[in-house]
């Protein structure tokens, strides 16, 4: 096993540590933004068909999901940066720091992690709430065929949605904690790496398996200068997971970065 394992390796423990968390987290910020149709429904449907109108007319407030977002990047996020910040000096011995600046750099990282979740997530967080919407939308139809079809009314149905919700979200909850984690950390990642005036090129690591895209395998290894971007199956990226790709580029991404010296 070479050293770009055995830091993967590192790497990807590091970040499962996180998953579960970020799992419950996600799954209570999606569960505030259906419980705002739930709680209308409850009060205004009298009959099924309103329920699909409400579905339908009601907005789904994105607060959860931002709030979410910035609490993943600061916690997973700075937590990267200061280990790939110490581990680089540490075995660097860059002589511009003579000791461990880590925990004078907090504030200054949190700062920058809370702003890159709301500047760059953006995109994501309109995302998922229209996936929360989609999946309302789906719910209620099978709950209202159903509820027609055996004569019950518009609180077995609201039941009804749970459950179909509660099936359609199983893996949800996991895949946006995997995106998320990725994301945060390997722009954590890069931001240590800058941090620590080193002379250092970024280096793409994939994970080696039959579930990894082949564009993310085609460029296991490529390395760029730090301010440079990676080509990832046609698109700029600045580390694996980097907000401004395609979902198609980064849903359940599992790629790190690696760093080497650039003489």
Known sequence: ???????????ERLRNAFMAPVEEEARK??????????DKAEL????????????KKIELPTEPIKILFEDIYTKVGVFFIKQIYRMYVKFNKNQ???????DDFQSVWLDYMRSFARLE??????????????NMLTAVRIA?????????????????????LDIKDQYRFE??????????????????????NLNLKKVWLSTRDIRTRDSHLSVNGQSVLLSENFVVGGEQMRFP???????????????????????
Request: with cysteine; proline share 2%; glycine share 6%.
């Open 96 to 102: 511009l720091h003579t000791k461990d600046f880590a």
């Open 44 to 55: 205004e449907a009298t009959e099924l068909p309103k329920l699909e109108i409400i579905a």
């Open 121 to 134: 997530a953006g995109d994501r967080i309109t995302y998922i709430t229209g996936t929360t919407k989609d």
């Open 175 to 196: 895949r946006i904690a995997r995106t998320e984690i990725i994301s945060a950390s390997n722009a954590g990642s890069l931001k240590a790496a800058q941090s620590t």
């Open 1 to 11: 096993m070479d050293n770009q394992d055995v830091f993967y390796n590192e790497i």
């Open 241 to 263: 997971g980097d907000p401004k790709a395609s979902a198609d580029n980064t849903i359940n991404c599992r790629c790190s970065l690696y760093y080497e010296s650039h003489d």
């Open 144 to 164: 209202i065929s159903e509820g027609l079809e055996n004569g019950t009314g518009v609180f077995p149905a609201l039941k009804r949605m749970q459950e179909i």
């Open 29 to 38: 910020a999606i569960q505030k933004q259906y419980k705002v149709f739930f």
